[in-house]
């Protein structure tokens, strides 16, 4: 069975300091990862996904992530944290975007001036 | 993205109704997808539908029916509400079986059982 745990439910960080988001999954295969932001009000919006090769994907809006097999994680970082960054993020795994994914139960972010 | 879109976006009823949410899309995606969002729960599938005539049941599909009226249409239905159906409801879209192929989501129904 695949699940996702994102241990923080709620982060706050200031305007240009940076952001990590923890994600650790299980998977019995090669996993499927993914990161979505929604937006208050809005739908979900994907960030980036990892399939393969080169273990640090670069995502939009600034955002990477690095996949570590022996720790099964797939953490979400940014830099420097703008105030639009303020929303729910999500990570997921599946066989594959278009099948069935396992979402984690999120992580909000709240940025302060 | 209007590209999927839900309605209503906002509906308040009350326990044994009948209620049908539905989804559109003019992406020209094969796959649809129902999910609920509890707070602390994340997304949970309900119901996907791989062409019109594919439907399967996700891991919370008690309660609910679907129907895939068109390629475009795909409607989620509670036979009889009750309270603790009270969630965010996502329709989700999706272009074949290929890995690079992400699901897009609509903005969301906001149901709420008295």
């Known amino acids: 069975a695949q699940s996702v745990t994102q241990p923080d439910i709620h982060i706050t960080v200031s305007e240009g300091a940076s952001l990590e988001l923890r994600c650790n999954y299980s998977y019995g ?3 499927y990862l993914f990161w979505y932001v929604q937006s208050p009000g809005q739908g979900l919006q994907l960030l980036l996904k990892y ?4 273990t640090l994907v670069q995502g939009i809006k600034g955002f990477e992530a690095e996949f570590k097999r022996s720790q099964s994680s797939f953490n979400l970082r940014k830099p420097s944290v703008h105030w639009s960054d303020a929303a729910e993020y999500f990570c997921a795994v599946g066989p594959n975007l278009a099948l069935k994914l396992s979402f984690g139960a999120g992580t909000t972010v709240t940025v302060r001036a | 993205d209007a590209d999927v879109t839900q309605t209503p ?6 326990t044994g109704k009948r209620i049908m949410l539905e ?3 003019t992406k020209g995606h094969d796959r649809m997808y129902w999910y609920r969002q509890d707070p602390g729960l994340g997304l949970r599938l309900i ?3 791989f062409d019109v005539k594919d439907i399967n049941k996700g891991e919370i599909s008690d309660g609910y029916s679907v129907s895939r009226q068109a390629q475009a249409k795909f409607s989620l239905s509670l036979e009889s ?3 603790n159906q009270t969630a965010l409801y996502f329709c989700a879209t999706a272009l074949g079986a290929g ?3 992400e699901q897009f989501f609509g903005p969301g129904t906001r149901l709420t059982v008295l």
């Open chain 2, 47 to 49: 119901y996907y539908s």
């Open chain 2, 9 to 14: 976006r906002n509906r308040i009823t009350k």
């Open chain 1, 29 to 31: 295969a090669t996993p």
């Open chain 1, 51 to 54: 399939f393969s090769g080169d």
């Open chain 2, 81 to 83: 509400a009750i309270p």
């Open chain 2, 99 to 101: 890995v690079t192929n």
């Open chain 2, 23 to 25: 989804c559109s899309q």
